[in-house]
T-cell receptor
Framework: AAGVIQSPRHLIKEKRETATLKCYPI?????VYWYQQGPGQDPQFLIS???????DKGSIPDRFSAQQFSDYHSELNMSSLELGDSALYFC????????????FGPGTRLTVL | TQLLEQSPQFLSIQEGENLTVYCNSS?????LQWYRQEPGEGPVLLVT?????EVKKLKRLTFQFGDARKDSSLHITAAQTGDTGLYLC???????????FGAGTRLTVKP
């Protein structure tokens, strides 16, 4: 069965650079969630979208923005990168009409040097 | 402070032993999920519990949701080395649309 796809899987950036992470949800899923997971920590919710509209906002820094496009894929844009942004970034998707079960992608490992 | 408390944080056992991991909150969950995560990979959904008192079995894994829907447990029977990983509980609370994770239980099963 098709799963959530994230790209790139690994990304290395310098401080103050920008990064764009992409997420392709499971086909038919209409809701996308972004999480940040630091080393040894649990995933922290950043932001979610339902039907291309922002549905909920967590601990997402002002330097980050995200959107969901007409094909339901989502992009997380990160600017003015800081060393502390180094983490695993996960995208999850769900089908709102069925349940709130979230299925996670493999993640993007971002390293800021 | 974590909204969801998981215990124990670390657990190291021998193959064949049984174990139980706990997830607790002072608030009522509208639903709760258990995930297993391998290093560098995304969490994999194991089960979702919704009804108070619900028990679900997944092979050697038994998941229980407390009657008051404030706690849950994961019991593994006859653990195998392949069960090694990080087990995360995650829950939705009423009046809150985002899912919150517990800190996780890092399980090591030794041969």
């Amino acid at each position: 069965a098709a799963g959530v796809i994230q790209s790139p899987r690994h990304l290395i950036k310098e401080k103050r650079e920008t990064a764009t992470l992409k997420c392709y949800p499971i086909p038919r899923h209409d809701t996308v969630y972004w999480y940040q997971q630091g080393p040894g920590q649990d995933p922290q919710f950043l932001i979610s979208f339902y039907e291309k509209m922002q549905s909920d906002k967590g601990s997402i820094p002002d330097r980050f923005s995200a959107q969901q496009f007409s094909d339901y894929h989502s992009e997380l844009n990160m600017s003015s990168l800081e060393l502390g942004d180094s983490a695993l970034y996960f995208c999850a998707s769900s089908l709102a009409a069925e349940s709130n079960e979230q299925f996670f992608g493999p993640g993007t490992r971002l390293t800021v040097l | 402070t974590q909204l969801l408390e998981q215990s124990p944080q670390f657990l190291s056992i021998q193959e064949g032993e049984n174990l139980t991991v706990y997830c607790n909150s002072s608030s009522v969950f509208s639903s709760l999920q258990w995930y297993r995560q391998e290093p560098g990979e995304g969490p994999v959904l194991l089960v979702t519990v919704v009804t108070g008192g619900e028990v679900k079995k997944l092979k050697r894994l038994t998941f229980q949701f407390g009657d008051a829907r404030k706690d849950s447990s994961l019991h593994i029977t006859a653990a195998q080395t392949g069960d090694t990983g990080l087990y995360l509980c995650a829950g939705f609370f009423y009046n809150n649309n985002d899912m919150r994770f517990g800190a996780g239980t890092r399980l090591t099963v030794k041969p």
